[in-house]
T-cell receptor, first 110, second 117 residues
Framework: DQQVKQNSPSLSVQEGRISILNCDYTNSMFDYFLWYKKYPAEGPTFLISISSIKDKNEDGRFTVFLNKSAKHLSLHIVPSQPGDSAVYFCAASDRRRLSFGAGTTVTVRA | DTGVSQDPRHKITKRGQNVTFRCDPISEHNRLYWYRQTLGQGPEFLTYFQNEAQLEKSRLLSDRFSAERPKGSFSTLEIQRTEQGDSAMYLC???????????????FGQGTRLTVV
């Protein structure tokens, strides 16, 4: 049973524009959410996180929004850069382990 | 410390053979996780350790899979009698704290890609 879902397998965006990645979850026990970025042939690298007691967390070009009532979170990347082209995974923690979505492949066009 | 290290990076084996992978976590990290990732999917949880104690195992971890962390430092994942369905990327991660939360994120290694032919 997929408890974390990323319904958009891919996203193409112009360099300099905003990338918006979405994620939905079903388990109310999740209280901490993370985004990881993955390049081919490498392991996922941590990008940004948010606690369930917050609705927004910002780190440079990356902002994560959490709508707890809708069980939905999103990652905004502004402005998008060519180096942002990668697979982005949404993950949720129940404090024991992480559950991941299937990922969204972002391609930033020059 | 250079991060989580996994060995080997790639492994090709014949069906029915046994394979063993090694993971060296970041120093002082108490928790160690094993995940498996197949093409087009996100990482799937297999098992995790708190120091040397294996605290949870996924239903994905059949009897052919066994993981150890004997001294609370490095860990090994063994797959016996490999099957073609075992072909995947096996990822190891570590985290510093007792619970996954703010400032105790999991850091992943580069993974071991297993191909069973």
């Amino acid at each position: 049973d997929q408890q974390v879902k990323q319904n958009s397998p891919s996203l193409s965006v112009q360099e300099g524009r905003i990338s918006i990645l979405n994620c939905d979850y079903t388990n109310s026990m999740f209280d901490y959410f993370l985004w990881y970025k993955k390049y081919p042939a490498e392991g996922p690298t941590f990008l940004i996180s948010i606690s369930s007691i917050k609705d927004k967390n910002e780190d440079g070009r990356f902002t994560v929004f959490l709508n707890k009532s809708a069980k939905h979170l999103s990652l905004h990347i502004v402005p998008s850069q060519p180096g942002d082209s990668a697979v982005y995974f949404c993950a949720a923690s129940d404090r024991r382990r992480l559950s991941f979505g299937a990922g969204t492949t972002v391609t930033v066009r020059a | 410390d250079t991060g989580v290290s996994q060995d080997p990076r790639h492994k090709i084996t014949k069906r029915g053979q046994n394979v063993t992978f090694r993971c060296d976590p970041i120093s002082e990290h108490n928790r160690l996780y094993w995940y498996r990732q197949t093409l087009g999917q996100g990482p799937e949880f297999l098992t995790y350790f708190q120091n040397e104690a294996q605290l949870e195992k996924s239903r994905l971890l059949s009897d052919r899979f066994s993981a150890e962390r004997p001294k609370g430092s490095f860990s090994t994942l063994e797959i016996q009698r490999t099957e073609q369905g075992d072909s995947a990327m096996y990822l190891c991660a570590s985290s510093p704290g007792g619970e996954l939360g703010m400032n105790t994120e999991a850091f992943f290694g580069q993974g071991t890609r297993l191909t069973v032919v």
